[in-house]
Structure formats: C-alpha cells, structure tokens
C-alpha cells in the first residue's frame, strides 16, 4: 500500500488554467506538507498544516491555495497557472512533530508543466 | 535561517570504489539531521535521521555520522544500483522550522560496473 499517494502524476495545462492535486496519507500522520523542486533539482517547502490547521505559509504567491478536509489529505489548488510554476510538487507527511526530529514521508510526486 | 550545502554536486565512482558524500549545515538548534535517496522520476526515499553530534548510523553499504557543523555519508564498496541522487536535510528548533525540512540541492552518485 502506497503510504502518501498523490494525484495526478503527469499535468500538463496552459497558462491561466486552473488545477488541483490530490493527496492522501493512510499512516496515521498528523502533519502534511507541500515542497517544491524546481528544474535545478531543489527542494523546497510551500506549505504545512497540522491536524487540518495551516502552520508553514513560505510566501507562496496566493494563486497557490491549500486545503485540508481532514487530517488525512492535503489538497493543492493552483489558479492562473504561469510558466514559472513548471515543476514537481510533492506532498509528504509525518508525525506530530513535537519533541525530537520527526520523520517526513514523501509521496511519489505530480509533474506540472505549464506550455 | 537554517541553510544546507552538499558537496560535490556530482560523484562519478567505479563499482566497489569506497567514498564519501558531504554535508555542511548551520541551524538554530539541530532537531533533527536527514538522509533521502533521490531516483529519477521518483519522491525521495527516507535514509537515516541523526540527532546528535558523534552519532552513526549504518544501513547495507551506507553509514551516515554527524558532527556540531556537518554529516558524512559513507558508501562503502558501491554498487551500480547505488546511483541515486543523495539529499541532505535539517530540522531546527527556532520558529516555525519544527515542521519542515531544509534541503540540500543535492548529491548526483553515478556508479559505474
């Protein structure tokens, strides 16, 4: 059983569409995120929620717009798409992170490009 | 802000050719030190988490160590199947850096047979 799953994993749009990616997570995780690599290969985050509630906002411009039914998925909605916003984009997840160093679990990825 | 750099960006080795991977980092108190292999059109793929300076951690033909300013990765005896792109990851204390991962860009291993 895939652990985060997230769909789709190939998008390609045209600028100005809108679009959503899907994720989900059956381990149990309370927190979930969103990074962003880039064609340089970096990996960057975008976004955190912990039990449904926004903790980590990296000044992501506001057509990027995340929703978190429950604490089980973490959707990514994205309006007026642009070219500059080609990538892949990863949701991961991981246990409530209080404490010590907690592990994130990353999800297979969803590849955008934008033409 | 906490900051990470891999070296070098690209490691070319012969099979069963030993060497090492590095990581510098500065963090306002280290919560957490991170490993994850990269393959091609793939998520990263967890490795090893390190907590503390002096700490080692081994797995097949990978150990990971970690001092107060950098962490090593060792691959000993590499296999073809080791090729993978090697990324180095830190999770402080300060602010709101409990919940996120600040990465690397990253180590391209290519072993050769």
């Known amino acids: 059983d895939t652990a985060v799953s997230q769909t789709p994993k190939y998008l390609v749009t045209q600028m100005g569409n809108d679009k959503s990616i899907k994720c989900e997570q059956n381990l149990g995780h309370d927190t979930m995120y969103w990074y962003k690599q880039d064609s340089k290969k970096f990996l960057k985050i975008m976004f955190s929620?912990?039990?449904?509630?926004?903790?980590i906002n990296e000044t992501v411009p506001n057509r990027f717009s995340p929703k978190s039914p429950d604490k089980a998925h973490l959707n990514l909605h994205i309006n007026s798409l642009e070219l500059g916003d080609s990538a892949v984009y990863f949701c991961a997840s991981s246990q409530d992170s209080s404490g010590g160093g907690n592990t994130i679990y990353f999800g297979e990825g969803s590849w955008l490009t934008v033409v | 802000e906490d900051q990470v750099t891999q070296s070098p960006e690209a490691l070319r080795l012969q099979e069963g050719e030993s060497s090492s991977l590095n990581c510098s980092y500065t963090?306002?108190?280290?919560?957490?030190l991170f490993w994850y292999r990269q393959d091609p059109g793939k998520g990263p793929e967890f490795l090893f988490t390190l907590y503390s300076a002096g700490e080692e951690k081994e797995k097949e033909r990978l150990k990971a160590t970690l001092t107060k300013k950098e962490s090593f990765l060792h691959i000993t005896a590499p296999k073809p199947e080791d090729s993978a792109t090697y990324l180095c990851?830190?999770?402080?204390?300060?602010?709101?850096?409990?919940?996120?991962?600040?990465f690397g860009k990253g180590t391209l291993l290519t072993v050769n047979p």
């Open positions: 990851a830190v999770q402080g204390r300060s602010g709101g850096s409990n919940y996120k991962l600040t």
């Open positions: 963090v306002s108190g280290l919560r957490g």
């Open positions: 929620y912990n039990n449904k509630e926004l903790i």
